[in-house]
């Protein structure tokens, strides 16, 4: 009968596993400390077993050196790898904040990487042959998009409201609805944010209604900012009241105090014209008076993830002087994508059919039809052991966006025959292609509308090692 002891003895050194082929071939692969590291787990794992063994079963415990040279290959690889992973988004979900929120369109691809992969003008002007602005890049195609006066991005919408307000209201008051104080994810805050800035907010109104008279009787001679934030994650209905943009603004000149509207998830198309609930665009913004605003580069924009900040030039001046601008400003990537997909919306029908956002957003029941039935055939040919069905469904549009849209699709429900359904789930979460998808009433749902067509065969054949 074997005894703990004599199991220790047998695992392996990290030489004698060094010494392997196809360890030996890793080593011309990844770095030397990474393969010792992952060979060392390895051996570890293994001793911890050994420890944790009950007598009864000494004996059916074997140590073999191809094993742990086959586990230390996989840690390896694993090891190296980066954390940030592809997923398949199969869940509905759109702007889905925990997979990565917008796409960039597949068709700049190319130029952001000869951007990012030498050098650029990213702050010198070619013309003059002298140093430039990284915000010039962005300026003239936002300013045409949005009628504005002037522009400046940064890191992201939060960032920009922190800005916008440092620069504006520091040290004296801001007046807000209190309908309007959001929490905008993360735990992080409106009013939070907006107190970091210096400023004091001023809350007026109630949680359902706010009037025009309820801003006027707030203003005093340390009052520096109107703000109106759009509740673009949250509604509240029945007996509500707010006040428009348009009102604030000829209230806000009557006092000569600016009106800054934060949009949150911006948009420059009516997307009601796709079936879809009225967002306020940031052209209607401008038009009706706003003298700053405020909105995200990415969630229904569809680019990357940006604060923008449009609207008078006087104020958005200021905002470039402020300290900071510096420990906010975003990078030649962030840059690039954002213009390569800004330039889409001066053609709004390329806009829709090249912004994946976009295009998820707008697609009509045929086209999810049919992206149904080819993902239910690509499967149907495996003859796997399950229960299988096109069913309707309903997506998201998420993000923090349109809270109460709820969107017609076309879903795929599985039921295996032979496991649950939490374990295909795991499954296919923790495969190669990581698929996320949703379960409800005890079935694997994939809901097309998120799912491009060249992951049906990813997904088919993932679905296949799952079951096997």
Avoid at 19 to 33: C, D, Q, T
Avoid at 54 to 60: G, L, Q, R, Y
Avoid at 93 to 121: A, C, M, P
Avoid at 395 to 417: C, R
Wanted: charged share 30%.
């Amino acid at each position: 009968m074997l005894i703990k002891k004599e199991l220790f003895s047998m695992l392996p050194s990290v030489d004698e596993v060094l010494g392997n082929e196809n360890i030996v071939k890793a080593l011309e692969k990844y770095p030397r400390k990474l393969v010792l590291d992952s060979i060392r787990e390895s051996i570890d794992i293994k001793r911890k077993c050994i420890i944790n063994l009950s007598e009864d079963s000494i004996n059916n415990f074997s140590i073999k050196l191809e094993d742990i040279i086959e586990d230390s290959l996989e840690r390896i690889r694993i090891n190296y790898s980066l954390s940030l992973k592809k997923v398949i988004n199969a869940t509905g979900t759109v702007i889905h904040t925990n997979l990565g929120r917008s796409l960039l369109s597949e068709s700049i691809k190319e130029e952001l990487w000869d951007l990012s992969s030498r050098y650029s003008n990213l702050e010198y002007d070619l013309e003059k042959g002298e140093r430039g602005s990284r915000y010039n890049h962005l300026r003239q195609m936002i300013k045409k998009l949005t009628n504005a006066e002037d522009v400046l991005v940064v890191n992201n919408n939060a960032a920009a409201v922190l800005l916008v307000l440092s620069t504006m209201a520091k040290g004296k008051e801001t007046i807000v609805s209190r309908g309007e104080l959001v929490e905008v994810g993360g735990s992080f805050r409106i009013p939070n944010i907006m107190e970091l800035s210096g400023t004091k907010l001023v809350e007026i109104g109630s949680t359902n209604k706010t009037n025009l008279n309820d801003y006027k009787n707030a203003i005093n001679e340390d009052t520096k900012v109107i703000m109106k934030v759009h509740t673009s994650n949250y509604k509240i209905l029945g007996f509500t009241e707010c006040v428009d943009i348009e009102s604030l603004s000829k209230l806000g000149k009557e006092y000569d105090i600016p009106v800054i509207e934060d949009l949150g998830s911006g948009v420059f198309i009516d997307l009601s014209k796709y079936g879809l609930s009225y967002e306020p665009t940031v052209l209607d913004s401008i038009k009706n008076g706003a003298d700053i605003v405020t909105f995200s580069g990415d969630k229904m924009l569809g680019g990357p993830q940006a604060g923008i900040i449009v609207g008078k030039k006087k104020y958005i001046d200021k905002m470039k002087q402020n300290q900071l601008t510096r420990a906010l400003r975003v990078d030649k990537l962030t840059i690039c994508a954002l213009e390569a997909t800004l330039r889409m919306y001066l053609d709004e029908e390329k806009a829709v059919e090249n912004i994946p956002t976009l295009k998820m957003l707008t697609y009509n029941m045929q086209d999810l039809e049919e992206k149904a039935l080819a993902l239910f055939n690509k499967i149907d040919k495996l003859n796997l052991d399950i229960n299988m069905s096109i069913e309707d469904g309903f997506s998201q549009v998420g993000g923090g966006s349109m809270p109460i849209e709820v969107i017609k699709s076309k879903v795929i429900a599985i039921t295996p025959n032979k496991i649950n359904v939490s374990t295909l789930e795991k499954g296919l979460r923790l495969s190669e292609s990581h698929i996320i998808a949703r379960i409800y009433d005890n079935k694997y749902i994939l809901d097309v509308r998120t799912i491009f067509e060249d992951e049906f065969d990813v997904i088919a054949n993932e679905l296949e090692n799952a079951l096997i």
